[in-house]
């Protein structure tokens, strides 16, 4: 495969030729034919501020054909520098071998010298631009916020987060953290099926906590609208398992959702995310991946804000969105969920992540809280309210506040203290007049 070709097609297509510089691609990459392709580019670029179609491209260098591109920015670029490394350090040995031959002393020189001067050309990345270069980039940004109200990515399931956001662009992450038993893994499967059957995305999860069977029953039980006790109890007639036969043949036919528990740390995560080559990632839970790359308990915070810091850094690379489960410290147990204090290993995550969302959740009256309380693509301290039942209403906005949350106690709601009898906010609990993004299960085919 001709990588230079497919870069320079891919730019063509996708209009990012400043991405393209600022992850490092430069004129010395390229062969004298693709240079050629490049520096007309580039010079187009320059006096229209503009990258041209491809169908303009052909008219302008008249042995270009245009292909259509089969890999993403990212992975073209580390072709091509790879290419290009190889190409550097064969010839370098050929030019030490003739010094070599002359005299080994000299050659001995030239070799560090000829090291550095490869390091240097080879170096990975690029981050100087000159201001306004990027101005048309820039207008189309904006005009395209404007016109989709504000959203540029892909939209979240409650419209209230989508008013208030630019939504989930490429290369964001977004941290949900919780305790224990607060229903985490329930909303990553509501989320899963949000942007696979409603958004039609290809959806990548790792799940790290419940084997992939056990992940995929819940699914099974959210797409075909069933309630999850009756569920797992095997209450069900033989409407609800054609039902779920049903739902689970539409979903595999998709090939929308991918279920894998593949370890390894952060490797392991890269290599099957460029295997798969989704269009979103789900991970449940992010512990899993730090606990994979240290020996010892008392480094785990640590090693998991670090974690959490290199998946930032890859999935602005590759434009691949994200959203991490993890979990709150002891001290969310009473939390508000507006201190990230709680998050565990907080500080990097806090400041690395796009959106951070606290859950909080009352399971006396099902309702789950869901603040976002550090997060550079929102309204500071948004917050929501949303069904936390288990069966098809899972999801449905109760309320487009969360006031309710600040002064909650989990201990102090089960043993039916004031806190937690769903009295200190009842309209929080009433249903929204604007209905949810999510609209639910398809209805039941009709039995022939």
């Known amino acids: ?45 320059e006096q229209h501020r503009e990258v041209p179609s491809p169908q303009r491209f ?57 090291a550095e001067k490869i390091a240097l050309a080879n170096s990975v990345g690029a981050s100087d631009m000159v201001f306004g270069e990027d101005v048309a980039e820039q207008i189309g940004h904006l005009r395209r916020i404007r016109d989709n109200g504000g959203l540029l990515g892909y939209p979240w399931p409650w ?10 662009c490429p290369g964001h992450v977004a941290y949900i953290y919780a305790r224990e038993k607060n229903r985490k893994t329930f909303l990553l499967v509501f989320l899963t099926l949000f942007y696979a059957v409603t958004v039609k995305l290809k959806v990548l999860i790792f799940t790290r906590e419940l084997t992939p069977e056990e992940l ?8 075909s ?28 036919d998709s090939q929308r959702i991918i279920i894998t528990d593949v370890q390894d740390g952060l490797d392991g995560y890269r290599t099957k995310i460029a295997e798969v080559k989704p269009d979103i990632v789900l991970h449940d839970y992010i512990q899993a991946i730090a606990d994979d790359m240290t020996k010892r308990a008392s480094e785990a915070t640590a090693v998991l804000a670090q974690t959490v810091g290199k998946i930032v850094d890859y999935h602005k690379v590759t434009k691949i969105p994200a959203i991490l489960i993890g979990h709150a410290n002891r001290s969310g147990v009473k939390g508000a969920g507006y201190d990230t204090s709680e ?49 098809e209403h899972f999801g449905e906005i109760l309320s487009e506040d969360a006031l309710w949350a600040a002064d909650f106690d989990a201990k102090k709601a089960v043993t039916g203290s004031k806190e937690g ?13 604007e209905p949810p993004v999510w609209t ?8 022939m």
Request: glycine letters at 6%; one cysteine or more.
């Open 1 to 45: 495969m001709n990588f230079q070709l497919q870069l320079i097609a891919h730019i063509l297509e996708n209009r990012d030729l400043l991405e393209a510089k600022r992850l490092g691609v430069r004129a010395d990459m390229f062969d004298q034919q693709h240079r050629d392709y490049w520096d007309i580019l580039c010079a187009y670029h």
């Open 58 to 114: 052909e008219g302008m260098a008249l042995d270009y054909v245009h292909q259509k591109p089969s890999e993403g920015l990212s992975a073209l670029i580390d072709e091509v520098r790879t290419q290009k490394l190889a190409a550097d350090i064969e010839a370098g040995l050929v030019q030490l071998t003739r010094e070599v031959a002359a005299d080994p002393w000299a050659a001995r020189a030239k070799l560090s010298e000829l």
């Open 159 to 168: 419209e209230v987060v989508n008013r208030n956001s630019t939504g989930i």
């Open 216 to 223: 995929a029953r819940r699914i099974y039980c959210f797409a």
């Open 225 to 252: 609208g069933m309630d999850y006790s009756k569920f797992v109890h095997g209450e069900l007639s033989d409407d609800d398992l054609e039902m779920i036969e049903y739902e689970a043949k539409v979903l595999y």
């Open 343 to 391: 998050i565990a290993g907080s500080d990097m995550i806090a400041r690395r992540a796009n959106y951070v969302c606290r859950i909080i959740v009352d399971d006396t009256t099902d309702r789950m809280a869901l603040l976002f309380n550090a997060s550079r693509e929102t309204k500071k301290y948004l917050g929501l309210t949303i069904q936390a039942s288990l069966n």
């Open 421 to 433: 009898d769903g009295s200190a906010d009842k309209q929080a609990a009433g249903r929204a007049e």
């Open 440 to 447: 639910g299960p398809p209805r039941r085919p009709k039995r």
